[in-house]
């Protein structure tokens, strides 16, 4: 099976998003919207590794195990196509949940507003204070907590 070729229209595909392709699998990183879980680091250190360039290696493990990791992204800062197959299923019903933190983490069928423009979103963690530099994503700038 080849690299799966990703298209503007993919919700994997992002303008300024990295794209990382191997067989069976595109795995697509947007690291402004990172806030450092380390879901990924720590479910699959052979393929995310921040010490090493390029930071995903997306053959180093089979594209299900990748995908598996990629869906516990709570910011939705990566996102994954596998070869022959729809983008990632967002969960259903939608949900979303308020943290200790303020961040309002909303899985499921997606469309966010932003200044760019709408987005089809599987993910996000969102702001919940208002005070995010990159609205509506959290940024971890604000006092979400606080308030």
Not at 27 to 36: F, G, Q, T, W
Not at 47 to 63: K, L, N, T, Y
Not at 109 to 127: D, F, N, P, V
Request: glycine content about 8%; aromatic content about 4%; proline content about 9%.
């Amino acid at each position: 099976m080849s690299a799966p070729s990703l298209e503007p229209g993919d919700r994997t595909w992002r303008p300024g998003a990295k794209r990382y392709e191997a067989t069976g699998i595109a795995v697509s990183y947007e690291s402004r919207l990172c806030l450092h879980q380390q879901e990924c680091v720590k479910g699959l250190p052979t393929v995310f590794d921040i010490e090493r360039r390029p930071w995903i290696d997306p053959a180093a493990e089979p594209p299900e195990d990748i995908a598996e990791v990629v869906r516990r992204c709570p910011s939705g800062a990566l996102q994954y196509h596998l070869a022959g197959e729809r983008d990632e299923e967002p969960p259903r019903p939608t949900r979303i949940e308020r943290h200790a933190d303020g961040t309002l983490h909303a899985r499921g069928e997606l469309r966010i507003e932003t200044a760019t423009g709408s987005r089809h979103e599987a993910r996000a963690m969102l702001c919940g204070c208002g005070l995010s530099g990159n609205q509506p994503f959290c940024d971890h700038s604000g006092r979400c907590a606080e308030r």
